[in-house]
């Protein structure tokens, strides 16, 4: 199991573009919400225990999903879960999504990923999914799609999971079974988290995806929606790697030539 942060040379770039090429510009913060959820899934007892099964990960003998996220935030203004946001996708731009915990029996089994909401097959599913982490990803790990999968996604996407079973949740509740509810949506509110060393910045304009892993009526199923905990910066037109490196070389040659004219 992976215990530190991984980044690719990729993400690295990325990140780096974003602040260097965009000068922070950001999505801007969406407006939340006070629950609550469905009755049958309002944030319900968990059946992880601490140090125990799949709450071995926990870091509270609460093991919910408020406990945890106050155990690893070390700044700011926090959560509340019950102040999630109203949205269920979200206007396409560039990703770069952190696997911050994940608390589940499935979480070596569960994959993470974005889906775009305007293809659909007959029965009305999602037909074009782009998987992030996969269940073998662990720790603290961060990934962002290539500017080819963000160009597939369409005006809008979504965030599912797909857990052992095969069985895919989504952020729009109507995609999943009986509606229900699979995931709370978080927006960033400048909440620093330290994740086993590695620290996160929840900024405005992030986004924060909780998701509950099994359906309404089996065994263990809990609606404590920490199964899987993302963090997700978006950016809007972050330029490819090569891009940015060639804007960079650009503006030196355009300081050089300015130094040469001044003389």
């Known amino acids: 199991m992976k215990t530190m942060t991984t980044l690719s040379q990729k993400t690295l770039t990325l990140t780096a573009g974003a602040a260097i090429a965009l000068g922070g510009l950001v999505l801007g913060a969406n407006p939340a919400i006070a629950g609550p959820l469905n009755p049958i899934n309002d944030f319900g007892p968990t059946n992880d225990e601490f140090g125990k099964g799949s709450g071995k990960d926990c870091q509270t003998a ?7 996220l106050d155990f690893y935030t070390t700044d700011g203004p926090g959560i509340d879960v019950y102040d999630f946001l109203a949205q269920e996708y979200f206007p396409t731009s560039s990703l770069l999504s952190t696997l911050m915990f994940e608390i589940a029996g499935f979480k070596d089994y569960n994959s993470f990923g974005v889906y775009a909401r305007d293809e659909r097959d007959e029965n009305n599913r999602p ?3 782009i998987e992030i982490f996969s269940g ?3 720790g603290v790990l961060a990934k962002a799609l290539t500017q080819t999968e963000i160009a597939s996604l369409g005006s809008y996407f979504g965030f599912y999971l797909t857990n052992k079973n095969g069985t895919t949740f989504y952020t729009e509740h ?3 079974i009986k509606g229900n509810q699979h995931a709370v949506i978080y927006g960033g509110n400048n909440t620093t988290f330290n994740i086993n060393g590695s620290e996160v910045n929840f900024l405005p304009g992030d986004l924060l995806i909780a998701f509950e892993d099994l359906q309404e009526g089996r065994r263990y199923a809990d609606w404590d929606y920490q199964d899987m905990v993302v963090h997700v910066r978006m950016r809007k037109d972050v330029p490819e790697p090569g891009l940015i490196l ?3 070389a650009m503006a030196g040659s355009l300081v050089a030539t300015r130094k040469r004219q001044r003389r």
């Not at 609460?62 to 945890?68: I, K, M, W």
């Open 246 to 248: 060639g804007l960079g």
């Open 136 to 138: 073998s990803d662990s």
């Open 174 to 176: 109507a995609l999943n």
């Open 127 to 129: 037909t074009n999914l």
């Open 62 to 68: 609460e093991c919910s999903l408020q406990s945890e």
